[in-house]
């Protein structure tokens, strides 16, 4: 299992306590892969931009109109998380419906 997430979040420090297994991946100095990054694209569309970050707000119009895949290649941290990978099915969010569906209670 892969985390990817930001050490400074909170909600991914959450994550991270609870799967202790899971190998963390920093976004900001690590990056995602494309493979993945295209493929959680395609499985959450827009709501995997986090359009109330600081890091949206400090985009101006015309880097906001550039498509999704690229914004997030630009600006890693633009990415909703945690973005958890698991037996090659992804995972967004740490949300009661994210648990259920790693088998967490």
Same mark, same amino acid.
């Given at each position: @299992?892969?985390?990817?997430?930001?050490?400074?979040?909170?909600?991914?420090?959450k994550a /991270? *306590?609870?799967?202790?297994d899971a190998e963390f991946v920093?976004?900001?100095?690590?990056?995602v892969p494309d493979a993945v990054l295209s493929q959680a694209l395609a499985d959450f569309g827009d709501a995997l931009l986090n359009t109330r970050s %600081?890091?949206?707000r400090g985009l101006?119009?015309?880097?906001? %109109? &550039? %498509?999704? /895949?690229?914004?997030? *290649?630009q600006h890693p941290t /633009? @990415? *909703?998380r945690p973005l958890i990978? &698991?037996?090659?099915e992804l995972f967004l969010g740490w949300t009661a419906e994210? /648990?259920?569906?790693?088998?967490?209670?």
């Amino acid at each position: @299992m892969r985390l990817y997430g930001l050490k400074t979040c909170d909600t991914c420090r959450k994550a /991270l *306590k609870t799967l202790p297994d899971a190998e963390f991946v920093d976004v900001r100095s690590d990056g995602v892969p494309d493979a993945v990054l295209s493929q959680a694209l395609a499985d959450f569309g827009d709501a995997l931009l986090n359009t109330r970050s %600081a890091t949206w707000r400090g985009l101006d119009d015309n880097q906001r %109109a &550039k %498509a999704p /895949l690229e914004l997030l *290649k630009q600006h890693p941290t /633009l @990415m *909703k998380r945690p973005l958890i990978e &698991k037996g090659g099915e992804l995972f967004l969010g740490w949300t009661a419906e994210t /648990l259920t569906q790693l088998g967490i209670s």
